[in-house]
C-alpha cells in the first residue's frame, strides 16, 4: 500500500490547470503500477464531470496500448451510460466480443440514433454494424432506416450493408439496393459521396468486384479516382492492376494540380516490395513530372532497401541527380521529406544534401529531425553524430534529449553522459528527469538527479515545471514515494497567479515600483513578460520609469520561453504594449517584416489598437498592405469596433473602406440593417451606386424600427432607382428579388396599388403570388401556399426565392410549418443554400414565424450543420426588434407590380393561415423568377403562418435541386423566418435534418438573436439545439454574452465538453478584467482547466487589461 494520500494531494493545488495535470499523471503512474482501481478512484475524485470523462478515456486508451483490453473497457464502466462513451469505445476498444460490449454498455439501436443525432458524428453509425455482427439485424435496419435525416440514414445503410456482407448475410445485397435507390435522389456531390463511402466498405469485406462496380457510378473525375486507390488496399490480386490502370485513365483527364494529388497517393497505396507491384509503381513513376518523379524514386528505394533488394541504389541515385539542382525553398521542403524517407544507407549522403543549404536555421531544423528520426528507429550513434552537428542551442538539446529517453535502458551511464552534453538548462533538466524515473523504476532512487531536478525549479514556471516533472510525477506515484508530496508543494509555489495576486492591484492603482519590483522578482516564465508589458503601459502614464527598457525586458523573458505557442501570446501582448506606448507604425513594422508574430496575432493587436482610438495611425499603417490583406484587416476592424460601440472609429474605417473598396458595401448594408443602425446606412446611401438596393434596406429598416411612413418613402426611392435598370438586365433581377424580399416583411396589401408603376407584368405577378401566399400563410392554410409555391419554383430556378418562401412558412404555426419547410428545402444541392438559409429563417421568425418550429426544423433537416442557427439568431440579436411593414410603393410598373402584389397577397393569405393560398402564389411566382431572392421572400411569407402549415410551406419553398448555391444564405433567411414569427422549434428541426454535418449554420442563427437582444428567441433556439449545435453556439456567442450575464454564461456551459467551458471562462475572465474586478479575473483563470487555454486566457485578459490601461 502506497503511503501518500493521492485525492488529498491533488486537492492540495489549487489551479485548476495544475490540477488536471497531476490528476492525470498520478493516475498515470497507478496504471503503471497495476492499481487500476486506485487510478479510477483519483480520476472520480475529479470536480468536473467531462473532464472525468476525458481522463477515464485517456487511461482506457493507455491499457490499450499497453495490450490490457480487460481492464481498458472496465475503467470506462462508471461513465457506461453516457452517450459520448460510443465515441470513446471507438478508440479504445479492439472490435472483439461484439455481444458482450454491446451489452455491458447498454448499446441499442436508439441510443446509437439519439448519439448520433446529438454529437453530429457519423462515425458512430458503425454500432449498427456492430448490431449486425451481434445478430441484431432487425434493429439495426429498423435505426438506419429510422433518421429522418437523409444523410444518416444513407450512411446507416452502408454501415448495415458492410456488416451484413462482412458476416456472410446475403441481405446486404438487398440493403445495397436500397442504398442505391435512395441515394438517385441526391445531387451529384452527394450522390458520388454515397457512392464512394459504399465501394470503399464493399471493398474492405473483401467484396471487390461489387465495390468497383459501385465506384464507376461515380460522374466525378476527382471522387472516382480516390475512391479507387481507397479501395486498392482490400482488392483481389486480379483486380489490382485494372484498377490502377483505371486510375491512371481518370487522373490524365483531371487538371494538373489535381492528376499530381492523385498520382503521389495512388504512389503511396501501392508503396511496396511485392514483384506485382513494382511494375505498377514503376509505371505510376513514369506519369509524375519532376521533381516530384525524382522524389518518388527515393521513396521506392527506400522501401526497396528495407526489403533487401539491391536495385534500391539505381533508383537512389537516379532520383538524387536530379534533386540535387534544386534550390532555394524547393531544396529545403524536397531534404524534409527526404528525412523520412532516405534509405538508411544513405545517411551521409542525405547529411551532405541537408548542409548544401546556405540557411543555417534550415540546416538545423532538418538535422534535427533526420536525428530524431535515427533515434526512432535506434540508431543511436548515426542519430548522436548528426545531434553534434547541429549548431542551434534549442534544436541540439531537444536531439540529445531524444537519444537520453531512446539510450537509458540499454546503457544508463551513457544516457546519463549524453543529458549532460545537453547545453539547454530546460530540456537538460527534463532528461534528468526522465533518468530518475526510469532509475526508480528500477527500483534505485537517485538523490543526484531528484536535487537537480528539484534546484532547477526556482527559476522556471508552472508550465515548463510540468513538462520537467511529467516523468518524475508518474514514477514516484508508481511507487509511492513520499517525495512526491514535495514535488506537489514545489508546483504550488509556482502558481501563474500567485505574482498577479500581488501585482495588478498596485499596478491598477498606479504603484508601478512596486508592482515592478514583484514582477522582477516573484514571477517567472509565460506570465512574466505579460506583467512587464502591462507595467511598461503603466510607466508611460506616470513617466517614472522607461517603459521601453520595461518592454526591452519583457522580450528578453519571451526568448526563455520553450513553449512555441506561449512565445507567440507573450509578444502579441507585447506588441500592443509597444503600440499604445510608441505608435502603430513604430511598432508593429519590424514585428511584421520579422515574421515574429502570425497574420492573427497581427491582427488582433491591430483591432484591438482601432478600439483605444489610434485608428488614424492605423489606418495609414494598414495603406501598405497588400490589397486583398488590406480589405480583410478593415472589415475585422469595423465588425470589432462596431460591435464594441466605439462609434468614432467604426466611421473612420468605414470611410477608409468603401473609399478603397466599395464592392464590399454591400456586405456592410446587410450588417447595419441587422443593428437597424439608419445613420449608417443613410451614409452608404449617399455613396453607393446600386440605389435600388441600398434604399431597399433602408426601408426595410425603418420598417422594423416601425416607422411605416419613412419605410415607405424609401421603398419609392428604391422603385423609382429600379426602374432605371433596363429590362433584361440582369442586375434588375437581383435588384427584384431584393425588393420583394425586403417588402414582404408587412404583408401590406395596399402595397400593390403604388408597385404597378415600377414592375413589368411577370415582375408584379410574382410578387403579388408572394404576398397571397403569406396571407394564406398567416390562417395557415398550407394547401393554397403549397400550390402558389409550386407555381413560383416552376418558372423561378434562382435559389433566392427560397428566402421568401421560408419567410412565409414562418407565418403558419405547428406541423403545417414544418411540413412547409421541408417542402421548400427538399432539394438535391443543400450545400450551396447554407448561407441563404440562415438568412431566410431569419426573416422567417421576423415576421412572427414560430421560433420553435424554425430551430426543429433546421435541425432535422441539417443535423451536422453548426452554422446556421447560430447565423439566424445573430441576426436576430442585431436587429433589437421585431416589426412590421405598414404601406408600401407608390407607381410601379404593371408587370413589376405584379411580382409584387403577388407577394403581398400571399403574406396576407399566410398571416390568415390559408396555405392553399399562399402555395397558389408561389407556384406562380416560382414558374417564371429564378432567383435565390425570390426564396427568401417567400420563407418570409411562411413565417407568418402557423403549425404545420408553415412547417409545409418551408419544405415546398426549398424543394429544389440547386441548393449548393444556397448554403452560406441559410442562416441569415431563417433568422428573417424567426423574425417574422415563425415557430422555432420548426426551424431548428428543419435546419438539423437537411443540413445534418453543418457546425455553423444554427449557432450562427442563434448568436443573431443573441447580439440583437431577442434573449427570448435565443433562449428557445438553444433549448431546442441538439448538443452539437449548443456547443458551436457557446462557442460563437461567449465572449458577447458575457458582457451581459458571467452568471448565464457559466450555466449556458455546465455541460458542455471542456474546452468549451474553458473558453467560456476566459470570456468571463476578461469581462471581470474589463471591470477592474481583480479577484474574481484571477479566481476565474484558476477554474480553467487545459493548459493551452489557460495561457490563451492569460493573454486575453492582459489584451483586455492594456485596452483599460491605455484609455485612461
Known amino acids: 500500500m502506497p503511503v501518500v494520500d493521492f485525492s488529498s494531494l491533488v486537492e492540495s493545488v489549487s489551479s485548476c490547470s495544475a490540477k488536471a495535470w497531476l490528476t492525470r499523471m498520478i493516475a498515470h503512474g497507478l496504471v503503471e503500477a497495476g492499481n487500476v482501481d486506485g487510478a479510477v478512484n483519483i480520476v472520480s475524485a475529479f470536480p468536473d464531470a467531462a473532464w472525468r470523462l476525458n481522463f477515464l478515456s485517456e487511461l482506457s486508451l493507455l491499457l490499450t496500448d499497453r495490450g490490457d483490453c480487460e481492464n481498458s473497457l472496465r475503467v470506462l464502466r462508471d461513465a457506461k451510460y453516457d452517450d459520448a462513451i460510443l465515441e470513446i469505445l471507438l478508440d479504445v476498444w479492439n472490435f472483439e466480443r461484439v455481444e458482450e460490449i454491446l451489452k455491458e454498455f447498454a448499446i441499442d439501436g436508439e441510443r446509437v440514433k439519439r448519439a448520433v443525432k446529438s454529437f453530429g458524428d457519423c462515425r458512430l453509425l458503425d454500432w449498427l454494424g456492430f448490431l449486425v455482427e451481434a445478430g441484431r439485424v432487425g434493429e439495426a435496419l429498423e435505426t438506419a432506416r429510422g433518421f429522418e435525416e437523409d444523410h444518416y440514414r444513407l450512411w446507416g445503410l452502408i454501415a448495415v450493408m458492410g456488416a451484413l456482407a462482412k458476416v456472410g448475410d446475403e441481405r446486404f445485397k438487398e440493403v445495397l439496393d436500397e442504398v442505391s435507390d435512395a441515394a438517385d435522389s441526391l445531387s451529384g456531390k452527394d450522390y458520388d459521396g454515397v457512392m464512394a463511402g459504399a465501394a470503399v466498405r464493399l471493398a474492405s469485406v473483401g467484396k471487390g468486384e461489387l465495390a468497383l462496380n459501385m465506384a464507376h457510378n461515380i460522374a466525378d473525375g476527382y471522387t472516382l479516382a480516390f475512391t479507387l486507390i481507397n479501395c486498392l488496399p482490400y482488392l483481389e490480386e486480379n483486380l ?179 543529458a549532460n552534453e545537453i547545453p539547454d538548462r530546460s530540456w537538460r533538466e527534463r532528461a534528468f528527469s526522465y533518468l530518475f524515473a526510469s532509475a526508480l523504476g528500477k527500483g534505485e532512487f537517485r538523490e543526484d538527479l531528484f536535487g537537480k531536478v528539484m534546484a532547477g525549479l526556482a527559476s522556471i514556471d508552472e508550465g515548463e515545471a510540468q513538462d520537467i516533472l511529467t516523468p518524475m510525477i508518474i514514477s514516484l506515484a508508481t511507487a509511492g514515494r513520499k517525495e512526491l508530496e514535495y514535488v506537489v508543494n514545489q508546483i504550488s509555489k509556482l502558481d501563474y497567479l500567485n505574482p498577479l495576486r500581488k501585482a495588478l492591484p498596485p499596478l491598477i492603482a498606479g504603484d508601478v515600483e512596486n508592482a515592478l519590483r514583484v514582477a522582477r522578482e516573484e514571477s517567472s516564465g509565460f506570465v512574466k513578460p505579460l506583467l512587464l508589458s502591462a507595467i511598461a503601459v503603466k510607466a508611460s502614464q506616470a513617466r517614472t520609469f522607461s517603459p521601453k527598457k520595461i518592454l526591452d525586458e519583457a522580450r528578453r523573458e519571451v526568448k526563455r520561453l520553450k513553449d512555441e505557442y506561449g512565445k507567440s501570446y507573450a509578444l502579441t501582448v507585447i506588441s500592443f504594449a509597444s503600440a499604445i506606448i510608441t505608435g502603430v507604425k513604430s511598432a508593429l513594422e519590424s514585428l511584421l517584416e520579422e515574421n515574429i508574430l502570425n497574420f492573427e496575432e497581427t491582427l488582433e493587436v491591430l483591432v484591438r489598437l482601432a478600439s483605444i482610438r489610434q485608428v488614424d495611425d492605423l489606418i495609414k499603417f494598414i495603406q501598405n498592405f497588400k490589397p486583398e490583406l488590406k480589405r480583410l484587416v478593415l472589415l475585422r476592424i469595423i465588425t470589432s469596433t462596431y460591435l464594441k460601440g466605439c462609434k468614432s472609429a467604426s466611421e473612420k474605417v468605414l470611410d477608409t473602406l468603401i473609399f478603397h473598396e466599395p464592392a464590399f458595401i454591400p456586405l456592410l448594408i446587410g450588417m447595419f440593417e441587422s443593428f437597424e443602425d439608419l445613420e449608417f446606412i443613410q451614409k452608404l446611401v449617399e455613396i453607393y451606386e446600386n440605389k435600388a438596393q441600398i434604399l431597399s434596406f433602408l426601408g426595410s429598416t425603418y420598417a422594423f424600427k416601425g416607422e411605416a411612413e419613412k419605410a415607405k418613402e424609401s421603398f419609392q426611392k428604391a422603385l423609382e432607382e429600379f426602374s432605371k435598370i433596363p429590362p433584361g438586365d440582369t442586375r434588375r433581377l437581383d435588384n427584384l428579388y431584393i425588393l420583394i424580399a425586403n417588402m414582404i416583411i408587412s404583408a401590406d396589401e395596399s402595397y400593390l396599388d403604388f408597385a404597378k408603376k415600377f414592375l413589368q407584368e411577370d415582375e408584379f405577378e410574382l410578387f403579388s403570388q408572394f404576398l397571397k401566399a403569406s396571407n394564406y400563410a398567416s390562417k395557415d392554410e398550407i394547401e393554397k401556399v403549397r400550390e402558389i409555391f409550386q407555381s413560383i419554383k416552376s418558372r423561378h430556378a434562382s435559389n433566392d426565392i427560397l428566402r421568401t418562401m421560408t419567410l412565409v412558412a414562418g407565418r403558419m404555426k405547428g406541423e403545417n410549418s414544418r411540413v412547409l419547410l421541408k417542402e421548400i428545402f427538399e432539394t438535391k444541392e443543400t450545400e450551396a443554400l447554407h448561407d441563404l438559409i440562415s438568412s431566410t429563417f431569419v426573416r422567417f421568425i421576423r415576421i412572427g414565424g414560430d421560433i420553435k418550429t424554425a430551430v426543429e426544423f433546421i435541425e432535422k433537416n441539417w443535423p451536422e450543420d453548426k452554422r446556421i442557427l447560430p447565423i439566424t439568431a445573430q441576426y436576430f440579436f442585431l436587429t433589437r426588434k421585431r416589426d412590421k411593414f405598414k404601406k408600401i410603393f407608390e407607381n410601379m410598373q404593371e408587370d413589376e407590380f405584379e411580382l409584387f402584389s403577388q407577394f403581398l397577397k400571399a403574406s396576407n393569405y399566410a398571416s390568415k393561415d390559408e396555405i392553399e393560398k399562399v402555395r397558389e402564389i408561389f407556384q406562380s411566382i416560382k414558374s417564371r423568377h429564378a432567383s435565390n431572392d425570390i426564396l427568401r421572400t417567400m420563407t418570409l411569407v411562411a413565417g407568418r403562418m402557423k403549425g404545420e402549415n408553415s412547417r409545409v410551406l418551408l419544405k415546398e419553398i426549398f424543394e429544389t435541386k440547386e441548393t449548393e448555391a444556397l448554403h452560406d444564405l441559410i442562416s441569415s433567411t431563417f433568422v428573417r423566418f424567426i423574425r417574422i414569427g415563425g415557430d422555432i422549434k420548426t426551424a431548428v428541426e428543419f435546419i438539423e435534418k437537411n443540413w445534418p454535418e453543418d457546425k455553423r449554420i444554427l449557432p450562427i442563427t442563434a448568436q443573431y438573436f443573441f447580439l440583437t437582444r431577442k434573449r427570448d428567441k435565443f433562449k428557445k433556439i438553444f433549448e431546442n439545439m441538439s448538443y452539437h449545435n449548443k456547443v458551436s453556439t457557446i462557442e460563437v456567442i461567449a465572449p458577447l454574452e458575457v458582457a451581459h450575464s458571467p452568471e448565464e454564461l457559466a450555466e449556458l456551459t455546465k455541460e458542455m465538453p471542456p474546452s468549451t467551458k474553458d473558453k467560456a471562462l476566459a470570456s468571463i475572465a476578461e469581462e471581470h478584467m474589463r471591470n477592474r474586478r481583480i479577484e474574481d479575473t484571477l479566481n476565474t483563470l484558476s477554474k480553467i482547466t487545459s493548459k493551452d487555454n489557460y495561457n490563451q486566457a492569460l493573454k486575453n485578459t492582459f489584451l483586455t487589461l492594456l485596452e483599460k490601461l491605455a484609455k485612461e
Open 240 to 418: 489490382l492492376e485494372n484498377t490502377v490502370n483505371e486510375t491512371l485513365d481518370v487522373a490524365a483527364k483531371l487538371s494538373m494540380e489535381l492528376r499530381g494529388e492523385v498520382l503521389i497517393n495512388l504512389f503511396y497505396t501501392l508503396l511496396d516490395a511485392s514483384e506485382k507491384k513494382k511494375t505498377l509503381l514503376e509505371r505510376i513513376m513514369g506519369s509524375i513530372p519532376e521533381p516530384t518523379k525524382s522524389l518518388m524514386q527515393v521513396y521506392y528505394a527506400k522501401r526497396l532497401s528495407e526489403h533487401g533488394d539491391e536495385t534500391f541504389k539505381e533508383f537512389y541515385y537516379e532520383g538524387m541527380k536530379t534533386l540535387r539542382k534544386t534550390a532555394g525553398k524547393v531544396r529545403s521542403s524536397i531534404a524534409e521529406a527526404l528525412v523520412e524517407f532516405a534509405p538508411k544507407e544513405a545517411t551521409d549522403d542525405l547529411i551532405k544534401f541537408i548542409k548544401e543549404i546556405p540557411d543555417t536555421k534550415e540546416q538545423n531544423s532538418l538535422l534535427l529531425k533526420l536525428s530524431l528520426l535515427k533515434s526512432s528507429t535506434e540508431e543511436t550513434e548515426d542519430a548522436l553524430k548528426i545531434a553534434r552537428n547541429i549548431t542551434t542551442r534549442e534544436d541540439k538539446s531537444k536531439a540529445l534529449y531524444k537519444l537520453v529517453c531512446v539510450t537509458h535502458n540499454k546503457d544508463f551511464e551513457n544516457a546519463l553522459n549524453i
